[in-house]
């Protein structure tokens, strides 16, 4: 029994593109060809087309088929490796379903970092955006301190939230000293926000930079000067 191309195609449930290309990538070998030139695939070619096949749809790529097909032993090593990148892709796919039940469980919008739905209702705006900001910065335990103290200090931001651009300088000083012991038991529990973190490479600089410019696009002179001297005086204190 002889097929064309089109014919194997149909019959192993592939295409003729998909053929062509497992001959291009030697996986597949060509066929003798009739007295007319047509290429005549016979029961080798259709078996070894369904191993192809059968090998793509656990997942491996031409070239692991190349390189494994005709070794039990580089086979299973490709089979355990095959295994422990489905095993972390499931398991991403896992906190990506978390991720969105939170989403669905909290109707937040999409100005809501991951993580943090449950306090959205207390974060504002500019909170959103540094904290989304930050994301590019820190890592999972500094974004998971981050929401911790989002979450146990947001009624210390209330002054701090309302505070207008045109505040004199004895109320800037007023809320930055009801700032700053809040930010010195933050400073007590969570030592790393001491000092900013120290960028490890060009993305994090830029990071680190962005974070620094968006502060005036976010909160008013007054507030940003509030920071300054709630930061000073929780450190200065005893």
């Known amino acids: 029994m002889a097929w064309s191309t089109r014919q194997l195609a149909d019959l192993a449930g592939t295409t003729v593109k998909a053929i062509r290309h497992y001959h291009a990538t030697d996986v597949l070998e060509e066929p003798a060809r009739a007295a ?3 290429k005549q695939y016979g029961t080798a070619h259709l078996v070894r087309l369904l191993q192809i096949r059968q090998l793509r749809d656990l997942g491996m790529s031409t ?5 494994t097909i005709d070794s039990d032993d580089a086979f299973f090593d490709t089979v355990r490796a095959l295994d422990t990148r489905l095993a972390a ?11 969105l039940a939170e989403l669905l469980a909290h109707r937040t ?57 045109d505040a004199g300088a004895d109320v800037i000083h007023r809320v930055a000293a ?16 001491l000092n900013p973190p120290r960028p490890r490479n060009v ?12 502060l005036p696009d976010l909160y008013n ?10 930061y000073r005086l929780a450190r200065d204190a005893p």
Do not use: C, W
Not at 155 to 163: C, H, I, K, M, S
Not at 181 to 192: K, L, T, Y
Not at 221 to 230: P, R
């Open 63 to 67: 070239a692991e088929i190349r390189s």
């Open 89 to 99: 892709s499931i398991e991403h796919q896992r906190r990506i379903r978390a991720d």
């Open 203 to 214: 993305r994090e600089r830029e990071a680190m930079r962005a974070l620094y410019q968006s």
């Open 36 to 38: 007319n030139g047509y």
């Open 178 to 193: 009801q700032l700053a012991p809040v930010m010195r038991r933050i400073h007590e529990s969570h030592p790393s926000t």
């Open 221 to 230: 002179a007054a507030q940003i000067e509030v920071l300054g001297q709630a």
């Open 109 to 165: 919008g999409p100005d809501v970092p991951v993580g943090f739905e449950s306090i959205a209702g207390g974060l504002t705006r500019a909170d959103r955006a540094v904290i989304a900001i930050s994301a590019l910065l820190y890592d999972e335990q500094g974004m998971r301190d981050l929401r911790e103290i989002a979450e146990h200090h947001q009624d210390a931001d209330v002054a701090f939230n309302e505070l207008p651009a």
